[in-house]
């Protein structure tokens, strides 16, 4: 069976701490991509990465950044943690999305709700 | 600027009825698009995906349509129940690695 596993169900920080989230995966995808969902905001895209050590930004990635040094473990970092980043972090992962790969899906871990205080 | 709306009220049906979600998508031409099902405190969970040259894809009591020249898709859960009951999102993809989603409809099935 297939898994995305974040590290964390539940995790509370203070303002100015910085936190780690982890992701990993144990399907060989290139893929990764971190998320935050707020209500009525919907899922957005923070940092996605589709190869070792590369990423790329996603619509929101101001006040966080990425580490991606095994192909499986996908890290979401806050380096000084802000009240405003109270939210619910998704991981995902997923084969390339290319022309080719027509029927690629994206599998999703159970999720992290932060608060940071 | 890359826009992807599905109606953010609440959808309430009753059993036994279809439901009809909408995602609307602009200034980008998706050569697929996916819908996803999100449980309350869960991550979403795929449900189907349909390429731009398919007008329709069904699977059991699930139906999408994908009109490009309306840039629109339509996902339909016939015979509805409440075990239906979720938030439901739409993905077009971009063209590129980046995988977005659309902020999600609330669907609502009553006994």
């Known amino acids: 069976d297939v898994k995305v596993t974040q590290s964390s169900r539940y995790l509370v920080k203070r303002t100015g701490e910085k936190v780690f989230l982890e992701c990993v995966q144990d399907?060989?995808?290139?893929?990764m991509f971190w998320y935050r969902q707020d209500p009525g905001l919907g899922l957005r895209l923070i940092y996605f990465?589709?190869?070792?050590?590369?990423?790329e930004k996603g619509d929101i990635p101001e006040g966080y950044s990425v580490s991606r040094e095994k192909k499986e473990r996908f890290s979401l970092i806050l380096e000084s943690a802000s009240t405003n980043q109270t939210s619910m972090y998704l991981c995902?992962?997923?084969?390339?999305?290319?022309?080719?790969?027509?029927?690629?899906?994206?599998?999703f871990g159970q999720g992290t709700r932060l608060t940071v205080v | 600027s890359q826009k992807i709306e599905q109606n953010s009220e609440a959808l309430n049906i009753q059993e036994g009825k279809t439901a009809t979600l909408t995602c609307n998508y602009t200034?980008?031409?998706?050569?697929?698009l996916q819908w996803y099902r999100q449980d309350p405190g869960r991550g979403p969970v795929f449900l189907l995906l349909?390429?731009?040259?398919?007008k329709e894809k069904r699977k059991e009591r699930l139906k999408v349509t994908f009109d490009t020249t309306l840039k629109q898709s339509l996902f339909h859960i016939t015979a509805s129940q409440p075990a239906d009951s979720a938030t439901y999102l739409c993905?077009?993809?971009?063209?590129?690695?980046?995988?977005?989603f659309g902020t999600g409809t609330r669907l609502l099935v009553s006994p």
């Open positions: 995902a992962s997923s084969p390339p999305l290319t022309g080719a790969s027509m029927n690629t899906e994206a599998f």
């Open positions: 399907m060989d995808h290139e893929n």
């Open positions: 990465s589709y190869d070792v050590k590369m990423k």
């Open positions: 200034n980008y031409s998706p050569a697929y």
């Open positions: 349909i390429r731009e040259n398919e």
């Open positions: 993905a077009p993809w971009t063209g590129f690695q980046k995988l977005v």
